[in-house]
């Protein structure tokens, strides 16, 4: 049959005209997390995350860290069934208040995310996406209606690193972080930084302003450190000075909540309240030692933290 053909995705199928998707209710892998691992730090901070993933990927970024599953088809990996209701009720077992979407691209299993979100809603568990933001306006909009909070990994401020490291573009996941603030959604962002591809300190403060004029400056924003994996074991790790330098950047052009991630112990995992300047949540990793936010509010003087934080 001629007619088969599979997305660049490899999960979804043209059966004479009509495409279905292979990985509904067949995730590849499940784990328990802790939210602090996709990294959300201003949702529920200290609880896990039922955390869950079908293959595939609409990118093919060259520093993948989870590239076996990302880029595998769904026939080259082992799958469990397991049914929207069935995630929510392990979600449940495990007393997890959420259940995390990713590992691969959510996007290209969102038919799943959508059934599994909607089904957690009516459990009052929530359901957050961890995306490229690789996305059409009309499914995001769906999602919208079902997600709890949504993680951006923007992964530099060029269409140059875009299409010479992840073959893709910038502007639809510029695009895709306007609509989820037009949709009022929860959303943090990621920045991979790259040594020698993405760590400039003038795109730091370009992407940052970008966040400030188009999303607004209470929106997170984790700079993360690279370590050598799939295409780009040349580079060496990212210098914590480097973070450092991207996360001061930011925080000139008025970001608010500014972290380093994959540098654990670094004092740029606390969250500071922008009040009063006190330390408000203690981080070590992925481990939360302290939370000084009650009632969504800084405990010393008030101030509204934004975020979900119950
Ligand atoms: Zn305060």
Sequence with gaps: MDD?????CGVRENRGGEYFTLVHSRPCTVHLDPIEKKPFFHV???TEALSLATPGCNLECRFCQNWEIAQARPEQVRSIPLAPADVVAAARRHKAPAIACTYTEPVVWSEYVYDIAAES???GIRTVMVSNGYIEAEPLADLCKVLGAVKIDLKAYTDGFYKNQCRGELKPVLETLRRLRKHGMW???VVL???TLNDGEQEAR???RFVRDDLGRDVPVHFTRFHPSYRLMNLPAT?????ERAVQAAQAEGLRFVYVGNVPGHPSENTWCPGCR???VRRIGLSVLENRITRGRCSYCSLEIPGIWA
């Excluded at 088969?4 to 660049?8: H, Q």
């Excluded at 210098?239 to 973070?243: E, G, I, K, N």
């Design 187 to 189: 959303t943090e962002i």
């Design 4 to 8: 088969i053909e599979r997305g660049a």
């Design 206 to 208: 370009a992407l940052a």
């Design 121 to 123: 809603k009516k459990a």
């Design 193 to 195: 930084v790259i040594p």
């Design 44 to 46: 529920l901070p200290g």
């Design 278 to 280: 006190t330390m408000i």
């Design 239 to 243: 210098p914590v000075a480097t973070l």
